[in-house]
T-cell receptor, first 110, second 114 residues
Framework: DAKTTQPPSMDCAEGRAANLPCNHS???????VYWYRQIHSQGPQYIIH???NNETNEMASLIITEDRKSSTLILPHATLRDTAVYYC???????????FGQGTRLTINP | EPEVTQTPSHQVTQMGQEVILRCVPI?????FYWYRQILGQKVEFLVS????????KSEIFDDQFSVERPDGSNFTLKIRSTKLEDSAMYFC????????????FGPGTRLTVL
């Protein structure tokens, strides 16, 4: 799996869009970008994944640059419940183990 | 919505005792995992299990650890002789097939070794 780099922490105001960046400059052609999050003391939760096209689901949007060396997770209207640690991974398929880094601690402020 | 369940939610044990942590993965899932998270640290992979055998394990998963799927529904993690440093949250996860994308995690068991 390619190494990923994320900022250690970010703040966002409630109701605003939260944009979480991830660098994965060594990603290989068959690797997807995955995002998970961990709300305090709970099990990690899958958010979204993508290969090269932008993706959107009910939780978030994923924007992947054309060269695939970085991506941004967007929570369009952040709520207090979105306060969590967000993890970016690159993996070739879903059944591989997850190798967690430190992630980005996102704090949504009222 | 189907979910992974884990029992107990909190286990307190004395150093040197054996503990068994239990997980019930989602029923049609084929791949199973244990992860742990020491307080304040990152989540660490322990072991993956497929087709009734270990498919991968980390350096943490030494001879003191074992996993089992005894009855086709439960997936257990046994620690034979607990140490203080085994105190952590233990998360079970499962995924339906290798081509699927979402690993579903349970709520975790908090293990406290005294």
């Amino acid at each position: 799996d390619a190494k990923t780099t994320q900022p250690p922490s970010m703040d966002c105001a409630e109701g605003r869009a939260a944009n979480l960046p991830c660098n994965h400059s060594t990603i290989s052609g068959n690797e997807y970008v995955y995002w998970y999050r961990q709300i305090h003391s709970q099990g990690p939760q899958y958010i979204i994944h993508g290969l090269k096209n932008n993706e959107t689901n009910e939780m978030a949007s994923l924007i992947i640059t054309e060269d695939r060396k970085s991506s941004t997770l967007i929570l369009p209207h952040a709520t207090l419940r979105d306060t969590a640690v967000y993890y970016c991974f690159t993996r070739s398929q879903g059944a591989q183990k997850l190798v967690f880094g430190q992630g980005t601690r996102l704090t949504i402020n009222p | 919505e189907p979910e992974v369940t884990q029992t107990p939610s909190h286990q307190v044990t004395q150093m040197g005792q054996e503990v068994i942590l239990r997980c019930v993965p989602i029923s049609n899932h084929l791949y199973f995992y244990w992860y742990r998270q020491i307080l304040g640290q990152k989540v660490e992979f322990l072991v993956s299990f497929y087709n009734n055998e270990i498919s991968e394990k980390s350096e943490i998963f030494d001879d003191q650890f074992s996993v089992e799927r005894p009855d086709g529904s439960n997936f257990t993690l046994k620690i034979r002789s607990t140490k203080l440093e085994d105190s952590a949250m233990y998360f079970c996860a499962s995924i339906q097939e290798s081509s699927y994308n979402e690993q579903f995690f349970g709520p975790g068991t908090r293990l406290t070794v005294l």
